[in-house]
């Protein structure tokens, strides 16, 4: 069985050294560190996890490298306003489906002065957005929904991500006293991990699948509701 011993207590440094001083020179100096203090752990953390994932939620894939589950640090500045080259946090992502960020998963980001958790899909496609909407206009599938997100707030200290629009579409019948749920174009919640110190300790998995496990309800829910 695969073990973990716990993120180095250097990686917040890190990570605090890269948001002062964003800039790939600052980088290339600090490479070692990078490697040492973020990418070698991480690639541990996500081998052991997804050694459990299936206790949580079966079919999920663990991609133990960078632009798998370990999101890369060099930020795509075509279309952004920030030109800061990198993220200064470790975004790991355990993901449904083909690739990640396109189907449903749980989330996991440690940054130098918190760690985020959270699950769900980000980007609907048009017909993905219609299942949805179509879903919520279903009491039983509604309050599914529901029970789902508030089970993750036991794991965040979040809700669902929105609302994304000030009104109901018109074509849409929604279930009574769910009528705020066809405000949302995606479905995530996400938040900080209670007790997000633990990852630095030596039960850092045992406490991350415990998160895991309550997000799973509404991975489920996104999984079997929405087309793939």
Not at 78 to 100: C, E, N, Q, V
Not at 124 to 139: E, G, H, I, K, M
Not at 161 to 180: I, S
Request: aromatic share 8%; glycine share 10%.
């Amino acid at each position: 069985m695969t073990t973990f011993d716990g993120f180095p207590r250097g990686l917040t440094g890190y990570l605090s050294g890269l948001a002062a001083n964003n800039a790939k020179d600052w980088f290339d100096a600090h490479r070692a560190d990078y490697d040492t203090l973020l990418v070698a752990p991480a690639k541990a953390f996500v081998e052991a996890v997804g050694a459990r994932l299936d206790e949580v939620a079966p079919g999920l894939t663990a991609k133990p490298s960078v632009n798998g589950s370990i999101r890369r640090l060099n930020r795509d500045l075509r279309f952004s306003a920030d030109k800061t080259p990198y993220s200064p946090r470790l975004h790991m992502i355990f993901w449904a489906g083909a690739k990640p960020n396109a189907g449903s998963g749980f989330h996991l980001v440690i940054a130098a002065d918190h760690v985020g958790i959270g699950a769900g899909q980000w980007q609907l496609t048009p017909a993905q957005l219609t299942a949805y909407r179509t879903a919520v206009c279903d009491r039983g599938k509604a309050k599914a929904l529901r029970d789902a997100v508030a089970a993750a707030r036991e794991a965040c200290v979040g809700d669902l991500d929105g609302p994304q629009l000030k009104r109901p579409p018109a074509a849409f019948d929604p279930a009574p006293g769910f009528e705020d749920l066809l405000l949302y174009k995606l479905v995530v919640v996400r938040g900080d991990m209670p007790d997000g110190d633990r990852l630095f300790g030596a039960d850092a998995v045992d406490h991350t699948i415990s998160c895991f496990a309550k997000l799973a309800p509404l991975h489920r829910w996104v999984v079997e509701t929405l087309p793939g």
